[in-house]
């Protein structure tokens, strides 16, 4: 009498998770910078070769706009959840602390996506570094905008500059990336933050 042999399950390959692996494509960049990341970083980052990275993202190019995009929307969030706060000092605190806590989380690679990804870029990669000028402008733009509404709301003195003061704390948030991105420690970012505040008109 003939037996049947037990049928033999053909594992199936686990489904590929482009969420995650854009995750692990967003801390390579973030650390390292665009130009400063390699497809061998991050086929090794994300666990795929090559021909499958570029079928699930596209080239490098492609994966570094997607990997903002995932940036923008997950880890610094805050800063637009920041422009729906009621008053401009509490706008204000919300960036502050929020940049502070995203610098200096032990979990992220330090400093600021927006701007390590911008480092030693050469022509090559100048399209590059050109977008992410294009959105820091446009979060300094938005910001700039919230304060003319608080300007025309009362909620600021008349004499203030909504464009000035909205290029001043750009320019103390992108200067604490930096101060991060070198090891500065979310107690010193902090002593930023306060001093910040007690020297705004707010």
């Not at 050469?122 to 000028?133: P, T, V």
Request: glycine residues 8%; contains cysteine; proline residues 5%.
């Amino acid at each position: 009498m003939k037996q049947n042999k037990p049928s033999r399950r053909i594992g199936r390959p686990r489904s590929f998770d482009a969420d995650r692996a854009l995750d692990h494509a967003l801390r390579v960049f973030w650390r390292k910078g665009y130009e400063g990341t390699s497809l061998s970083d991050l086929t090794r980052a994300v666990g795929v070769n090559r021909p499958s990275l570029y079928a699930a993202f596209g080239d490098k190019k492609a994966l570094f706009r997607k990997a903002l995009d995932h940036y923008l929307t997950g880890p610094a969030a805050y800063t637009q959840e920041a422009l729906k706060e009621p008053t401009a000092r509490a706008v204000v605190e919300r960036l502050l602390h929020g940049a502070a806590d995203l610098n200096a989380a032990p979990r992220n690679p330090g400093g600021c996506l927006m701007v390590q990804g911008a480092l030693v870029c050469g022509e090559a990669s100048d399209s590059i570094r050109q977008e992410l000028i294009a959105c820091r402008a446009a979060g300094e733009a938005a910001l700039r905008r919230r304060f003319q509404r608080a300007k025309s709301e009362g909620d600021l003195p008349a004499d203030t500059d909504p464009a000035d003061l909205a290029r001043y704390l750009a320019t103390i948030i992108y200067g604490m990336a930096v101060q991060a991105a070198g090891g500065a420690s979310r107690d010193k970012l902090q002593d930023v933050v306060e001093m910040t505040l007690r020297t705004l008109p707010l």
